[in-house]
Each structure stands twice: as C-alpha cells, then as structure tokens.
C-alpha cells in the first residue's frame, strides 16, 4: 500500500514541524522531498507519482471551489483588485527578467516566461491560511483573493499565447452559466444534510466545473471556482463548504507532497531557487505600495501583501506547458516560498503591530475604502463579531433595552445585519490604528463573538491597553483557549459547547416534572 508510505511521511513529519510552531504544510512539503530521495526503497515509481498528482489536483479544485462558494463578484470588480494584480504582474515580471538573466544561460523569451511564471502568487497556499485564520472574508482576505483570481486569469492568457493553442469556440456558453443558478440552487435545497450534498458538492466542483471547463479548452481551476462563486449567494453555501471541508484538507496534503515528490534539484536548480527567495520580498512590497496607491489603509496593504508574497503554483502549471525543463527548478522555488510565507502569515497581525508607526505614515491622506468608525456614540454595551453567536448576544441585549452596537471586518455580515435592523459597523478588531482612533464613552461591556482566537486575544489586549476598565466577556471552543483569552485581560470566557450542554440541561429540568421518590 503505497498509500500508506504518504501517510506516514506527510504524518511524521507534519507532526514535526507543528511541535517547532510551523504549520504542517511546510512538512507536507519537506515529506514529499524526503519521498522524491528514498521513494525507490519504498517501490515508489513515476506511475505511484501520477496517481499522487492526481489527487492533488482534486484537493486544489475542491479548494478552489469552496473559496468559490465566499466569493463576490462585487469583490473582483474594485480597483484595488484589478489595477493592483494588473501593475503587479507588469512591474514584477520586469523586475524578475534581469535577474534570471543575468544568473541563467537562457533565451530572453525562457527568461520572460520565467519571470511571468514568478509573478503570480499562490492561491492554494494564501486560500488555506487566509481560511485557516477565519479571514477569506476579511477586507484584506477578500482583496488578496480578488488578486489571486485576476492571476489565474492572466495565467489562462499566457498559456494560451505562449503555447498557440485557444480555447473551444464552444468555451463561450460559460456565459449562459448564471441562466442555469436556479437549477443549481434547488439541488441544493433538496440535497438534505448528509453524504449526498457531499456528492453534490464533489460533482459541482469536480464533474460539472472541473472536467466541463477543461472539454471546452478552459482550465479546471477556473472551473472550480467559477461553480464555487455561482452558488456563493445561497443560504447554504457555508454549510456545502464545511461538508466538503475534510475531504478537501486531505487531498490538499496530496498537493503539497506532490510539489517535493518530483524529483530532487541539481545545484543549478538549488542556486536558482535562493536567488528567487532573496528577491521574494520584492513581491510583497511591490504590491504593500501598489495597495497604497489605490487607497488602501497601511493595515490592509499589508496584510493583503503578506498574504501575496510567495511563488504560485499556477506557475508550476504554465512551466509544465511552455517550460517542461524548468518545472523542477520552479517547484523547488515555490517550496521554499512556502517555507518562508507560510511562518510569515502566522505572524502578520503581531509583524504589522511592530511596523505599525513606520507604515501607517505612508497612507495617502484621503479617505480609505476600509476605513473604519471613530466613534460608538450612545453605545452601552460593543458585541465585537457578528456570526450565529454575536446576532443572538445583540438581540438578547437589544430586546432587554440596552443600547447595543456591533462590529463586524466582513462587509456582507455587515450590510446583513443592518439590513435586519441592526446597528452595525464595518471594523477589524485586530487593527492597532482602529484601538487608537475609536471613541467608546458610554460602553461598559464588550462581548467577543469573533470566530478567530487570536482576534478575541488582540481585542482584549487593546481593550486593557487603551484603559477600558469595563466587563469583558467572550467564548472560545477549548480550555487553553479560554485561558489566553483571559490572561490577555477578559472578566469571563464561556466553553461554547459546555455552555450549550448546560443550557439543554437547564431547559429540560425546568419544564421535566420531578418525580416523586
């Protein structure tokens, strides 16, 4: 069971890198090079590599289909996202063509391909983190993934130039696809809450998406992503993307053994890959200044720019087009890219919190298209977040006759939630500029419904850093996370699942009769 083999690698050593604290697809990635050394002692031959190749594929078609399924078409058509990937890929591809040229013995147009397939950043990568820190629909998540599929999108271009082939004449009735929504949309009403909307889910992202738009000459990513973002307005997409959640991990970890497994690099291809690494900082700031220049607040440029700053896979897919001979030296490239970013993301929020004084000088003095409130007014009681948990803590409040604001970083909660009468603003609880800046003088408790723990932990912080001397109270899904959350300060942090088992057992002995002994 070559099967095995894979598992035990991406295990042992995923497990080894998460004990030093970084994530484990650094040793996803380290396993599959550790597998391209000793596979031919485990029986492991280029036929074992397809099929991992192919799995692999799946996991990144049912990423792309779940970021899909968080997508706005709104999102893609702003500024920052079009002329931010646009310049970008422009200056940056200027920018790597010297470089490869003057370290490598190649044609210009080798170069020029090199350097395009560089400019792009990696989806699957910057989609699992973004993901991973509950901030895909974050104004700085959503721009990063705008970015990230105008790159796809250029990337399409460039293959089908570079290559001389286009697509299917008939690639044109992806057009009429939103005509077939309401098709979609009863499926999946009338998929129930079980294994056949995981298969709706599999044949939507691989069936339909993925292997339709490749028949029809397109790329199976954008297919992906493509039904992903078609059912992204209905009431369950966020129950589709949590079915195929653990499906989607597994195949992802193919992914990333599949980057180290093919085949180890000559010297030429380790020298061309550090020299690629030094210059990768060079992406991040170009697009923290592009970012800047469309009007974006330093907190956000940089996020978004963090997120940005590694080499893409895509680049793998258009070397193994045009660049057959350079996809070893590419993917050992976009490893080591993993291998810094990676880290680098983990800490962007406490990063962003040093660089803070220098960066935020740098904004343009206009007014932001994130820009955040100055002041609660009259509010007495702050529910920052503003899911399932943080709906229900306002309307209790609000019903008991407290005056409540709320606090949300996804514009859509936001615009939800004043739709359904709430008062509610857009702000990133995280961002050190919005503690400074805010006004609060009549709050007296705060209540911290944020899904992600080191947001409700920052929160707190800044909340006791700024003075606030009210009740802070939160909830958090473990032990050790409710502890950190009141170290940083909080007066209270309910276990959400005790509480809601405590709240059952109370509704049943209040309306059980007692029985007589």
Not at 9 to 35: E, K, N, Q, S, T
Not at 119 to 148: N, P, Q, Y
Not at 352 to 359: C, D, S, T
Not at 401 to 420: H, I
Request: charged share 15%; proline share 4%.
């Amino acid at each position: 069971m070559i099967e095995a083999v894979w598992i035990v690698f991406a295990f042992v050593l995923g497990f080894g890198v998460r004990g030093i604290g970084l994530p484990p697809l650094v040793g996803y990635l380290a396993a599959g090079f550790a597998l391209a050394a000793v596979g031919d002692r485990f029986g492991i031959g280029p036929r074992d590599s397809a099929v991992l190749g192919h799995i692999a594929h799946l996991g990144v078609l049912l990423l792309l289909f779940t970021v899909g399924l968080k997508l706005k078409a709104r999102n893609l058509v702003r500024p920052e996202v079009i002329g931010g990937s646009l310049l970008h890929f422009v200056v940056a591809s200027l920018i790597f063509l010297p470089a490869i040229l003057a370290i490598l013995d190649i044609s210009t147009r080798d170069a020029l391909l090199l350097a395009v397939a560089l400019s792009f950043s990696s989806t699957v990568l910057a989609a699992k983190v973004l993901e991973g820190k509950r901030e895909l629909r974050a104004f700085h998540g959503r721009v990063a993934i705008g970015v990230l599929v105008m790159q796809d999108l250029i990337a399409l271009v460039v293959m089908s130039i570079a290559s001389g082939t286009a697509p299917s004449a008939w690639a044109l009735l992806i057009l009429a696809l939103p005509l077939l929504r309401p098709v979609f949309y009863v499926l999946l009403d009338t998929s129930g809450h079980e294994e056949l909307l995981v298969l709706l889910g599999l044949l939507l992202a691989l069936v339909v998406g993925g292997a339709g738009f490749e028949s029809l000459g397109l790329s199976s990513e954008l297919g992906a992503l493509a039904f992903g973002a078609l059912l992204a307005g209905h009431r369950r997409a966020v129950e589709l993307s949590n079915a195929l959640w653990s499906i989607k991990e597994v195949f992802l970890v193919g992914f990333f053994l599949q980057i180290g497994i093919g085949g180890l690099p000559d010297n030429d291809a380790l020298l061309f890959a550090l020299v690629m690494a030094l210059v990768l900082p060079l992406k991040g700031v170009l697009f923290f200044f592009l970012f800047l220049f469309f009007k974006l607040r330093a907190r956000s440029a940089f996020l978004s720019s963090v997120s940005l700053t590694n080499y893409s896979e895509f680049g793998l897919i258009v070397a193994s087009v045009v660049l057959p001979d350079w996809l070893i030296p590419l993917a050992i490239t976009v490893a080591l890219s993993f291998v810094v970013s990676a880290p680098l993301n983990r800490l962007a929020h406490p990063l962003y919190e040093r660089l803070a004084r220098y960066l935020v000088p740098l904004e343009r003095n206009i007014r932001h298209p994130d820009e955040q409130p100055v002041s609660l007014g009259q509010a007495e009681i702050l529910v920052l977040g503003m899911g399932r948990t943080g709906r229900a803590a306002y309307d209790h409040l609000d019903g008991k006759g407290y005056f409540v604001a709320g606090l949300d970083s996804d514009p859509a909660m936001v615009k939800m939630s004043q739709d359904e009468g709430r008062r509610v603003l857009f702000a990133d609880a995280e961002d050190q500029l919005f503690w400074q800046t805010l006004s609060m003088p009549r709050v007296g408790a705060v209540v911290l419904a944020m899904n992600d723990a080191e947001a409700k932990t920052i929160a707190t912080r800044k909340l006791r850093e700024r003075g606030f001397e009210g009740l802070i109270v939160s909830h958090a899904m473990f032990d050790d996370i409710a502890r950190r959350i009141q170290e940083a300060g909080a007066d209270y942090t309910y276990l959400t699942m005790s509480e809601a088992g405590v709240g059952l057992a109370e509704r049943v002995a209040r309306h059980c009769p007692r029985l007589p002994d």
